[in-house]
């Protein structure tokens, strides 16, 4: 696939010279959004460097695809069993410790990713390319939005309440250092952006979407559907700094010391927006997405670093083996040191689950084996199984499955490689289920949706149908709870 990491430094520096203009006096070496948005080759280089930015560590390159994914019911470091206050951060939930020498609190690298995705949707709007070309135009500025969007959205996701502006920084810094702002706020305009960012886009396949390594019209909607659940569902809050929301409480969690769980009183509308975008896209006989019919190999076509045929995954960061990239290196079969792999081992334990997810699994759910693994390749070159129950592997990516240029810089390594794995923000099966949850707080769970064609329980079953194979009288078996 094509790789947008190896973009340059250029690049990344064409979109951030507009937010430093100190002086007044023009210098050939500085780049204004005029100049750079004027053409598609400009404006397209400098939107390269906003994706560019999201291989950083701190951002897709490891922390938001490996560390801090570790923050759920089935996911989990066996190392932060002993202390959770001392263990390293870099292992899962323990990034959120309020530790002054905790460095994965740091949100720089990902707010840099907002600031540069903003100054290109500001860009886009003042240069002239939109105005003379707009059929090259419309796309970019509706990737640049969906950027924006992501970017922010992964701020909010993380850290709940944040700083935001809808703008870029002045250049005199008087509206850079500003206090939190509620994520309801964040979340309505996030909700605008991707609006328009959807009535610009291509379907993946088509103009510069070619791979899912760009915006496309199909990760567009589904990431308003799913800004939109966000916004309309429970959290905590902070009572104490935003008292004066007012928001629906929720009515069997108690609220101490100020903090409470609440919600947006008008939730509703946010489910219909996210029913409406899953709707949209599972109903458009334009939409090039399927579901992969076999699960395992969605993840061996990532792990070798191939298009899906399916289209299944609809947007994946794009990272560059033996450049950027711990996906898979920090998490997945374990490989040991010293074995014929190489030196380096794989799959290491910063990321695990335990045996209580494994036996979640129906024992004819296709997805477990391909989920979670006890095996593991010993130095000595044979495979064995690991037996701590508080320590069982993700197998979603395998030393087996990579590609050959990372297996042989991987053999040859003295250090750590990087995989360029990309990482899957969003799949095919996302807007099934997104599709069942809206609609199933709106409607309930057999209201047939004439858009979609489908009801929220058919849309579950669809996916449970790769899950167990057609026809399996396990697709049907669930709680009768629908929502659970």
């Given at each position: 696939?094509k ?5 340059t430094?250029?690049a990344a ?6 937010c ?7 210098t050939?070496?500085?780049?204004s ?6 053409t598609e ?6 939107l390269?460097?906003?994706y560019?930015?999201?291989s950083?560590?701190?951002v ?8 801090w994914q570790?923050?759920?019911d ?5 190392l932060?069993?002993t ?35 903003s100054a290109?949707?500001e ?19 509706g ?7 992501l ?6 996701r ?14 005199d810094?008087s509206?850079?250092?500003i ?7 964040v ?5 605008k952006n ?8 291509p ?39 935003f ?9 069997t969690?108690?609220?101490?010391n100020g903090y409470y769980?609440?919600?947006v ?7 219909e ?11 458009d ?12 190999n969605?993840?061996k076509?990532?792990?070798h ?52 997810y ?17 095996g593991?390749?010993?130095k000595?070159?044979y495979?064995d199984?690991?037996l701590?129950?508080t ?11 990579t ?22 923000v ?11 949850e ?5 409607y309930?769970p ?5 858009t ?15 899950a ?6 396990e ?10």
């Open positions: 696939m790789k947008l990491y190896i973009l430094l250029a520096m064409l979109i951030t010279t507009s430093d203009d100190f002086l007044a006096t023009d050939p070496s500085k780049q959004n005029t100049n750079v948005f004027n080759a400009m404006a397209e280089a400098a390269m460097g906003v560019a930015t999201m950083d560590t701190y897709y390159g490891q922390k938001i695809s490996v560390n570790n923050i759920s089935t996911e989990n470091c066996n932060y069993l202390n959770y206050k001392e263990v390293n951060s870099d292992y899962g939930q323990n990034h959120y410790y309020g530790n002054s020498g905790n460095s994965t609190t740091r949100w720089n690298n990902i707010f840099r990713f907002a600031e540069l995705a290109a949707v860009g886009m709007r003042e240069g002239e390319l939109l105005k003379t070309n707009p059929t090259v135009g419309k796309p970019l500025l990737e640049a939005l969906t950027l924006r969007a970017a922010y959205f992964e701020l909010v993380i850290y709940g309440d944040i700083p935001y502006k809808k703008t870029t920084s002045n250049s810094l509206n850079v250092y206090g939190k702002i509620d994520r309801d706020t979340y309505a305009d996030l909700v991707l609006q328009e960012a959807i009535e610009y886009l379907w993946l396949g088509s103009g510069k979407a070619s791979t899912a390594e760009r915006i496309s019209k199909g990760f567009a909607k589904g990431l308003l559907a799913r800004v939109a659940l966000f916004a309309g569902g429970w959290s905590l809050r902070d009572g104490n700094q008292p004066d929301m007012q928001l629906e409480k929720h009515p969690i108690p609220e101490m769980v609440g919600r009183k008008n939730y509703k509308e946010y489910y927006i996210a029913a409406k975008q899953c709707a949209e896209i599972l109903g006989p334009e939409n090039p997405h399927q579901l992969d019919p076999d699960f395992e969605i993840w076509t990532v792990n670093l191939d298009q899906n045929p399916y289209n299944e995954n609809l947007y994946e960061v794009g990272l560059g083996v033996g450049n950027t990239g711990d996906v898979g290196t920090l998490m997945g079969w374990e490989v040991q040191q010293g074995s014929m792999y190489g030196q380096q081992g794989m799959g290491s334990s910063y990321v695990t689950s335990t045996i209580y494994f036996y979640s699994f129906g024992k004819t759910d296709k997805r477990r084996d391909v989920t979670l693994t006890f593991r390749w010993r000595e070159n495979e199984l690991s701590n129950a320590n069982v592997h993700y197998a979603k990516w395998r030393m087996y499955w590609s050959e240029t990372y297996r042989a810089l991987h053999l040859a390594a003295a250090g750590r490689v990087a995989t360029g794995i990309n990482w899957i969003m799949r095919y099966s996302d807007i099934y289920l997104m599709f069942a809206a609609m199933n707080e709106l309930g057999d209201h047939q949706n004439t979609a064609g489908m009801t929220a329980r058919q849309a579950l079953e669809k996916v449970r149908e790769r167990f194979g057609s026809g399996s009288s697709i049907a078996k669930y709680d009768s709870d629908f929502f659970n």
